[in-house]
C-alpha cells in the first residue's frame, strides 16, 4: 500500500522546511527507521527518518527546495506500485492508501514486526531514533492522555535522547488509544510507544503482540483504560485551554523543554505562567513575558515565633538522601569517558605561560570596531596553528594504524545543564581569532539551548576544555575520544615572577595536556606544548 509522507513539524514554530540532503533515492527500498532525509528547519538541520517500511515511490521536494509543512514529501509503497493518483490528489493526507489496496488487510499484516494483522485506520507508534547514536529514550513527559484526540502535528511526548529533550510529534491523527511507556520510563529504539486510532477500538490484541513479537513494550498501561472512551466519554475530554495552561488533570505542567528551561533559570513558577500554545502549552516567549507578581510577607514569615525556631533546628540535624534518575545524556558522559579512562592510557604534561603579552594584545585587539575575543579565542587558535606544526597529536588510535587526520578540527567543551557537549570548530587553522570568537559564541549559546545539530557536535580532532573563568588554576581532563590528546586551560594568575633577575607582578596561566600514550609520546607532546607557549607568549605569531 501506498503511503504519503508530508513535510514534519520539526520544531513548535516550523511553518516550512528545506531538504538539504536525501538519503535515499526512487526506487530504494526503505526500512522502518532509516533516516530518508536531512531537513533544515528554522531552528536546525535534523535527520528525518521513516517510520514505514518498503520501496521509495516518489521525491515530492528536491534537495535545496523549500516546501511548507504537511506538504507532499514522499510516497513509500510497493515497487512498482500506481501512486499517480496520490501525487494529484493525495497531498494533504498522510497515510491515504489506494481503495483497491483496503481489503488486502485482512489477508497480510501492514506492521513487519507483528503477527497480527493491525486492524484497519490503527497507527502504531514506536520510540523514535532521534540521533544517531540513540540506542533508548526516556519518556519525559507525555503530553496527551489516553483517550486524548490527536491531530496530526500535536506533541505526543518529550522524549530525552543521549543528547538533547526533544518534542516527538504525532504524524497521525485518531484518538490516543494505548500508551507503552510510562513518564520516566526508559525504553529501546523501535519499542511499543503508543497506539492511535478510532474511538473505542479494542487494541489489546495488538498490544499482546507486539510484546511478544520484535517490537517489545517495557511499560504497559492498564488493559481497562482503553475501553473507558465508549463508558466515560466525558471524563475523557480534552481539558480547556484555560485549565491546560496551568496543568494537566494529574497536576503536570504543559511546557515546552526551552520553556522550563528558561522558566528554570529565571526562578519562575510555571504552574503562575499562562500559555499561549497549542492546548495552553507554555512556549518560549510566554516565559520571556512574564512578569512575577511581588508577594508581600506575612508576619509569620518577617517574625518567626519562638516555636518555629526549635522546630527549625530539629529539622536542620537529619539526615536524608534523594534518587535522581540519571538522564540519556550523562549515561552517554559516563559511558563515553569510562572507556576512554580505562582504555587509553592517559599520561599528563604542564606547563606554565607568561600571559602578560597575550592580555596587552587582547587590550589593543578588542579595541578594534565589532571585534571582541577572549583568551579562551587566543588559546583555540594557538592550539590549531600547533596542532599543525606538530600532526602526530592530531591523531586517532585504531587497532590496525594510526589515523592522521589532515584537517585539525577543535572542540570545545560547554558546561550546560544536564552535563557537558562538545561543539566542534571545523578547519580552526584557517580561521583568524574573531572567527573563532564568533563561531564559539554562537556554538556554546546554541549548546546551552539544545540547539545544536549532530554534525556541529561531531569530527573533533582535538579538544579544549577551560575551567579558568571560575578560578580553577590547574586540572587534568579526559581524552574526548577518538582524539589523540585535550588540553585543560586553567585561570590567569597575578603573582610574583622573576624577568630579567628581577622579582616583578607577573600573570601567568598554567596548561595541563592529556595524551594517549598510544599515539603521543612524552616528547611529542613536550613539544607541541613548547609551541604553544611560544605562540601564546607572542600572540603577534599568530596573526598571520
Known sequence: MATIINMP?????????????????????VEEGDILAEIETDKAT???ESFHEG???????????????????????????DFSSLVSGGQTTTNETQPEEAPKQDETTSDASSTTAIP?????????????????????????NVGDKVEEGDILAEIETDKATMEFESFYEGTLLHIGINEGDSAPVDSLLAIIGAEGTDVATLVAAHKDGNLSTTTETSEKEAPKTDNTPAAQETPTVEAAANSSSNGRVFASPLAKKIAKDKGFNLSDIKGSGENGRIIKKDVENYTPAAKAATPQQSVPSASASVTSFAIAGQEGTEEVKNSQMRKAIAKSLSTSKFNAPHFYLNIEIDMDNAIQSRKIINQMPDTKV?????????????????????????????????????????????GLLVPVLKHADHMNINDIDIQ?????????????????????????SNLGMFGIESFTSIINQPNSAILSVGAIVEKPVVKNGQIVVGNTMKLTLACDHRTVDGAVGAQFLQTLKTY???????LA
Open 536 to 542: 601564546l607568549e607572542n600572540p603577534v605569531t599568530m
Open 374 to 418: 577572549s583568551f579562551n579565542d587566543m588559546v583555540v587558535k594557538a592550539c590549531a596553528m600547533a596542532l599543525r606544526r606538530h600532526p602526530q597529536v592530531n591523531t586517532s588510535w585504531s587497532d590496525n594504524a594510526t589515523i592522521y587526520n589532515k584537517h585539525i578540527h577543535v572542540g570545545v567543551a560547554v558546561a550546560v545543564p544536564d
Open 440 to 464: 564559539v559564541r554562537d556554538l556554546a549559546g546554541r549548546a546551552r539551548n539544545k540547539k545544536l545539530s549532530l554534525d556541529e557536535m561531531q569530527g573533533s580532532t582535538f579538544t579544549v
Open 9 to 29: 513539524r520539526l520544531s513548535d514554530t516550523m511553518e516550512e522546511g528545506v531538504v538539504a540532503q536525501w538519503l535515499k533515492n526512487v526506487g530504494d527500498k
Open 55 to 81: 520501496t521509495l515511490l516518489h521525491i515530492g521536494v528536491n534537495e535545496g527546495e523549500t516546501a511548507p509543512v504537511d506538504t507532499l514529501l514522499a510516497i513509500i509503497g510497493d515497487e512498482g506500485e
Open 120 to 144: 484497519e485506520g490503527v497507527q502504531v507508534v514506536t520510540m523514535p531514533r532521534l540521533s544517531d547514536t540513540m540506542t533508548e529514550g526516556t519518556v519525559a513527559s507525555w503530553l496527551k
Open 46 to 48: 535534523m535527520e528525518f
